[in-house]
Structures are given as C-alpha cells and as structure tokens.
C-alpha cells in the first residue's frame, strides 16, 4: 500500500487536499485485512511536508459486517504501537466518544457509514478534519446503501432528508465522484470489484489477481480442488409441462426446475452429505496443520439449510470434533414463511460471527 500513500502525499503537496477515491481489487486471502491494517497505520505515520502536523487526521476502518469483522480486529491488535491510537467500535457508544476523543484510528461497520458522515457534516470542528475512509468488500450494494452514505454530505440544501425515487442512480454517483469533498479520501478494497463499484471509485488503482496469489502460493487453487458428483435421479412430480404446452418452456428452464426438486430431495442430500464428510475427514482435514476447511456450495439457500442440519446431524452422532456452519443471507422459507437469519441457524451469541474456533469447518452457502 505504499503506492496509495506516495500517491495522497504527492496529491497534498500538488494541491494542498486530500481528496482522492482509490479502488484496490486485491485477490480474496491474498492477506487483503492485513493490507487495510498496513495503510490504516500508514496513513497515521504521514505528516504534511517540512511540519510535524498529521497528514491525515481521523482514519476509519469500515467492515461489512454487522458485527466488526475479527479478522481486521486480531490483525489491528497485531500492530502493537497502534494500542493506544486505534479503536474498535464494538458497542454502540464506541463510536461517538472515539470521535469526540479523535482517536486516530476507528474501525466500525459499514452501517455506521451514514452517521459518520453526517456528523462531520454538520459539526465545524469535525469538517475542518482531514477523514481518510478504508472499505473492506466494498462491492456490496453500491447502488444502496453505500452510495446513498456518500451522497449525504452532497446533497442540496432543499432537498429532504427521507430518500426520494432517483431516476438514474449511476449519474447521481457520477455527480458526487465529481463534487467530492477534498478533506476526504476513500479507499474501496475489494476482491470482486462490480460494476457500480468501478463507478463510484474508479479503475482498480492496484491490483493484485487471483491468478498471482495461486503462482505466488498465497492462495489454493480452488478451482483446481473442486469435485463434481454426477446424479441420476427419478422424480415422481408434476414438474414437466403437458405435451401441449412444451412449447411454451425452453428446455433450460425445464432442465432448471427439476434439477432444483431433485437436489432438494432428502434422501439424496443425507447421501451426498455422507459421502462429502468421509470426503474432507480423510483428505482435507489433515491439510494445513489439521486447520482445513471446506466448502459446499449448494443450488439455493433451502437446499444449504438442509444440507446444514444434515451435516450437523451427522456430526453429532458420530462424536465429531469439528463443526458445519451456514453462510447466507437471511431469508423467508418459502415453505413454512419462518424467517431464517444466519444468526439463528448457527446459534451464535451476539457480537458473533460464523467463524469456529474447531480445527475444521465446513461451510454450506
């Protein structure tokens, strides 16, 4: 990150601001959390030139979670020198005594994004501040609720604070790229850039690809890991159009549908999800230090939730020391309308995130 920091200072000796977006497009466990820690500590170290004034006054981590992300806390943590100026925003009145102290740094959520920026808006002393911003996955909903946080400090004085229909939300991001404040600087990081996140910020100011964390031994090649099942199922539904109305449904589509009935089958998921643990409990879980983990990703989010507590059956009954947990988004069952939250499902306390602390994990998203 060290190219991101010439580039802001050589930007405030050119210009006297700071008010630069960057878009880092770093490959997923290339050590991505540690580079956003690197910078955040970067970014405190740099001082206007000749004078011993900060660079840059107010450095805030935002993670994605709605909990603060423990990766970017263990990794925080590791900085030693940071203990006293860095500050982790883990319950609510975190946030406004760290920014009524001016610590440093502050790592909180994405969710807080809107606050904060309100606040600096419309407080004189917290305006005059130089506010460096550091995204992590900064591909989530842009079109959202991120780009509606960065709109707020640019909006007309007229217009309402309650959110109003926006006829073209990619010009409306265009607009506030242009109309940036120059006492802030966003840096987006992110290993899936889409395409209204390479709007708001830019192209990928540095990047560094899937391809070179693999040559570089940084990262597995999953690809490379993947085993496909080929399945032969019977299905006793009504799922196949009449003769007469074939026509009207494209073999995809067709094709779609019964795959889906048949690989939400239960008797079929208690089968494949036998075979997969046998799978990862001889091959996997003796990788990495007994620390490897495994993926299965299912065709939809009912499907995963089965396959969850199939697989959490099993491992109960056969004394298993090592735990499945289940990635989605929450949604509605389909079925039963039970709203079904990540939290829930994986019986987290609060503040926790579906991480183990177990030797091995499979994931189910």
Known sequence: MRKVADDI???????????????????????????????????????????????????????????????????????????????????????????????????????????????????????????????????????????????????????????????????????????????????????????????????????????????????VDVAASIISYKTLYNLHCTVVPKLDEEKLYPKGVVSKALQNVAFQDDGLIQYKSEVMLRIFEKDVMPLIGARAKAMIVTTSRVAGLRYFQIAKEKLKERGADYKVLYAFSDFVHPETNAPISEHAVNELRDGELTRSGSRATITAS
Not at 85 to 114: C, H, S
Not at 133 to 140: K, T
Not at 182 to 211: C, H, K, R, W
Request: with cysteine.
């Open 9 to 219: 200072s050589a930007q405030f000796a050119a210009k006297a601001d700071i008010g630069r977006k960057y878009l880092v497009n770093h490959s997923a466990g290339s050590g991505k959390t540690l580079t956003i820690c690197w910078l955040a500590d970067r970014l405190h170290s740099l001082f206007k030139p000749g004078t011993s004034e900060k660079l840059v006054d107010l450095v805030f981590i935002l993670t994605d979670r709605k909990s603060l992300d423990t990766n970017i806390k263990d990794d925080i943590e590791n900085f030693t020198h940071l203990k006293d100026v860095a500050g982790l925003a883990g319950k609510a009145d975190d946030l406004p005594r760290f920014l009524a102290e001016r610590k440093p740094i502050i790592v909180t959520t994405q969710q807080k994004f809107a606050w904060v920026l309100e606040e600096i808006q419309k407080k004189a002393e917290l305006k005059k501040l130089r506010v460096a911003f550091l995204i992590d996955e900064a591909h989530r909903s842009q079109e959202g609720q991120m780009a509606a946080a960065i709109r707020l400090p640019f909006r007309k004085t007229d217009e309402p604070d309650a959110d109003a229909p926006e006829p073209d939300p990619e010009e409306q991001i265009a607009n506030v790229i242009r109309e940036h404040d120059l006492n802030q600087l966003f840096v987006a990081f992110t290993a899936t850039p889409a395409p209204a996140t390479i709007t708001l910020f830019g192209e990928p100011f540095d990047t560094y690809s899937e391809a070179e964390a693999i040559a570089e031994g940084y990262i």
